[in-house]
């Protein structure tokens, strides 16, 4: 079965650059999208097809998708971006989700 | 956009239950639906989505045969059938809009209701 996997976590400092990467075979034939999910909210779309935004997700979330890796970058992370990020992909007809990552502003 | 879920709550293994999913603020039969499922501490896993006119369904291979996803477009709802529940079936479970462009393989879930809880025990 087709899986994604992201790094268990990722730290960055105040408006640094953080990037979180999503792995799977050929992933770059694919459509990624990334979500955020805060402690005890429901996940939130940020990126779709694999570098757009939604209305009302700021400039600084960014995507891309090329070869065997998805990135999520957060240009000028600010603490509220601290949250577990998901990626998500499609084989055939089923959903996959990424293993997720928990993104810590220190 | 709204979706607010309920029907969630405690059941023993072996036992069934049934979510709804209350739509508003959009043209509900206009879109897919999709439930998705969130163990304790875990991460996100794709249960099920229907089509527009609830012709076109599909599941993850652990509930297949178990779980029935339906709608009732008259009502805006979405609803998902569990039955023959496992403890694994633990999770909270979310309902979402599922924009679909010309092919699943180009769609997008957005947005999420606030979820509610299944917890499968004796």
Redesign the interface.
């Known amino acids: 079965s087709y899986e994604l996997t992201q790094p268990p976590s990722v730290s960055v400092s105040p408006g640094q650059t953080a990037s979180i990467t999503c792995s799977g075979d050929e992933l770059g034939d ?2 990624t ?1 990334w ?1 955020q999910q805060k402690p005890g909210q ?4 940020v990126i ?2 694999d570098s757009k935004r ?1 209305s009302g997700i700021p400039e600084r979330f960014s995507g891309s998708n090329s070869g065997n890796t998805a990135t999520l970058t957060i240009s000028g992370t600010q603490a509220m971006d601290e949250a577990d990020y ?1 990626c ?1 992909a ?1 084989d ?9 990552t928990k993104v810590t502003v220190l | 956009v709204q979706l607010e879920e309920s029907g969630g709550g405690l059941v023993q293994p072996g036992g069934s239950l049934r979510l709804s999913c209350a739509a508003s603020g959009f043209s509900f039969s206009y879109y897919w639906m ?1 439930w ?1 499922r969130q163990a304790p501490g875990k ?4 249960v099920a ?1 229907i089509d527009q006119d609830g012709s076109e369904k ?1 599941y ?1 291979d652990s509930v297949q045969g178990r779980f029935t996803i339906s709608r009732d477009n008259a009502k805006n709802s979405l609803y998902l059938q569990m039955n023959s529940l496992r403890a694994e079936d633990t999770a909270v479970y ?1 309902c979402a809009r599922h ?1 679909v462009t010309t092919l ?12 509610t809880l299944v917890t499968v025990s004796s």
């Open positions: 694919k459509y999208c979500f429901s996940p939130l779309l779709y097809q939604p998901f998500q499609w055939s007809t089923t959903a996959i989700f990424g293993t997720g | 999709a998705v991460g996100l896993e794709w989505n599909y993850v979310y924009i699943l393989l180009d769609s997008w879930f957005d947005p999420w209701g606030q979820g």
